[in-house]
């Protein structure tokens, strides 16, 4: 069963505008949550996380936000730019810091950013 | 500069074969990682270890295995390769640092048993 959902399979944003790409999930024992970003034929690189003990953390234009009594939280791009074009994958794990830092990843939202 | 190296990239292999897919890293780290990827669906992890002469399986079942004699080392084999075992495989390493665990991911190998 999945941990973490992201319902959105596609999302087309124009340029210069918001992306809200969405993510939920079941496991309350989640700790953090990270989000990471692939190109095709490219493995996934770590875009932003947040850890359980926040419901905000901004880095640029990217921002996630965490919303633990819905178990949802989304990212947002602003200004979105083609380059963001990419799929999103949203990943939580229940081990901070633990012996074990395995992540559970959701089935990830393309980005499709046009001009 | 990426720190942490799969090969082959790409593989197209026949149906009975024994292959195996490489994963090394540069950073000394202890955890790594081996999950699959088909096309539309979330990375689901096959293999973990932590550290040298550890292994474990995941969470989704798998006819691969893998050995982690050297720390820097991570291969994954598979005996007999069939049409099933078609999919993306991403290693991956990680240490805890500043508050979060950092993973890197290598490039992936797209592997297509025909």
């Known amino acids: 069963d999945q941990q973490v959902k992201q319902n959105s399979p596609s999302l087309s944003v124009q340029e210069g505008r918001i992306s809200i790409l969405n993510c939920d999930y079941t496991n309350s024992m989640f700790d953090y949550f990270l989000w990471y970003k692939k190109y095709p034929a490219e493995g996934p690189t770590f875009l932003i996380s947040?850890?359980?003990?926040?419901d905000k953390n901004e880095d640029g234009r990217f921002t996630v936000f965490l919303n633990k009594s819905a178990k949802h939280l989304s990212l947002h791009i602003v200004p979105s730019q083609p380059g963001d074009s990419a799929v999103y994958f949203c990943?939580?794990?229940?081990?901070?810091?633990?012996?074990?830092?395995?992540?559970?990843f959701g089935r990830g939202t393309q980005l499709t950013v046009w001009p | 500069e990426a720190d942490i190296y799969q090969t082959p990239r790409y593989l197209v292999i026949g149906t009975g074969k024994k292959i195996t897919l490489e994963c090394s890293q540069t950073m000394g780290h202890d955890k790594m990682y081996w999950y699959q990827q088909d096309p539309g669906m979330e990375l689901h992890l096959i293999h973990y270890s932590y550290g040298v002469n550890s292994t474990e399986k995941g969470d989704l079942s798998s006819e691969s295995t893998v050995s982690r004699i050297r720390t820097e080392h991570f291969p994954l084999t598979l005996e007999s390769a069939r049409p099933s075992h078609t999919s993306q495989y991403l290693c991956?390493?990680?240490?805890w640092g500043r508050g979060v665990e950092d993973y890197t991911f290598g490039s992936g190998t797209r592997l297509t048993v025909v």
């Open positions: 947040i850890s359980s003990i926040k």
């Open positions: 991956a390493s990680s240490e």
């Open positions: 990943a939580a794990s229940p081990d901070r810091g633990s012996t074990l830092g395995r992540l559970y």
